[in-house]
């Protein structure tokens, strides 16, 4: 059975940092592309960020760029999701993603495996 458990989310005060953590089990993900996308209330999940097989691309949304940053050690098939300097804006729940193809997406259909979800709260 294919899992991807996120972890690493809490609350946090603003200007604060969290790493978050995306370990994968049943398979090897280490040839596919992975990302992070977030849900806040009562909004559409959107993507943040999106990682290649081997690390060489990576890719941002607008609000993670220069704040986040998306990493991953295949040897352990685990995603990660440092973040600093965050703000209230960005309070979500964040989820990891896995794409069958090797190649980054921001499109949510474009991913086949989910998580569960991790909570991450900014407080002002």
């Known amino acids: 059975q294919v899992q991807l458990v996120e972890s690493g989310g809490g609350l946090v005060q603003a200007g604060g940092s969290l790493r978050l953590s995306c370990a994968a089990s049943?398979?090897?993900?280490?040839?596919?592309?992975m990302g992070w996308f977030r849900q806040a209330p009562g909004k559409e999940r959107e993507f943040v960020a999106a990682i290649s097989w081997n690390g060489s691309t990576r890719v941002y949304a607008d609000a993670a760029k220069g704040r986040f940053t998306i990493s991953r050690d295949n040897a352990k098939n685990t995603l990660y999701l440092q973040m600093s300097s965050l703000n209230p804006e960005d309070t979500a729940i964040y989820y990891c993603?896995?794409?069958?193809?090797?190649?980054?997406?921001?499109?949510?259909?474009?991913?086949?495996?989910w998580g569960q979800g991790t909570q991450v709260t900014v407080s002002s």
């Open positions: 049943g398979r090897s993900f280490s040839y596919n592309a």
């Open positions: 993603g896995a794409r069958l193809g090797n190649s980054v997406s921001q499109t949510i259909r474009d991913y086949s495996w």
